[in-house]
């Protein structure tokens, strides 16, 4: 019985190989064009990728800045684009990363007058964004480094 079922076996893989080989043999050269269209295919992924890399390179660098120990306030800048005190104060507690609500508790002021301290502020320093406000002042001198 074991005998009859190995050569079973055996000759069911000898059929199936023969099989492979005539469907091999019979269609070559569809196996043939479609192993080069694979070929080109990788070719043409790996292209498009080295083709799109971008080409800057972006190198970060540490930047030391001295603090000085004496600032002066450029007055002249302050004049030019009519910040007032309050406005200034706005800014500074802005730069110490304050939020609005706790500006207004700070400044014994409302919600809605820091709101509209800081949009003059954004308008007369051409800004939209806090952080934007805070780098500009420290830019134009308005506020300590």
């Known amino acids: ?23 091999v043999m019979s269609h070559a050269t569809e196996i043939y064009v479609a192993a080069i269209a694979v070929v080109f295919l990788v070719l043409g992924i790996w292209l498009a990728k080295q083709l799109t890399k971008p080409k800057t390179v972006l190198v970060e660098k540490t930047v030391y800045v001295s603090p000085s120990d004496e600032f002066t306030r450029n007055e002249k800048v302050l004049e030019e684009l009519g910040i007032s005190k309050r406005e200034l104060e706005v800014l500074e507690l802005i730069a110490l990363g304050l939020s609005n609500n706790e500006i207004a508790a700070r400044l014994f002021v409302s919600l809605n007058t ?24 420290k830019r134009l001198g308005i506020i300590p480094l």
């Open 1 to 23: 019985m074991l005998l009859y079922g190995v050569s079973l076996a055996g000759l069911l893989f000898f059929m199936r190989w023969l099989e492979f080989r005539l469907l």
């Open 114 to 137: 820091v709101k509209t301290h800081s949009s003059k502020l954004f308008e007369k320093l051409d800004v939209n964004r806090r952080t934007q406000a805070v780098e500009a002042a």
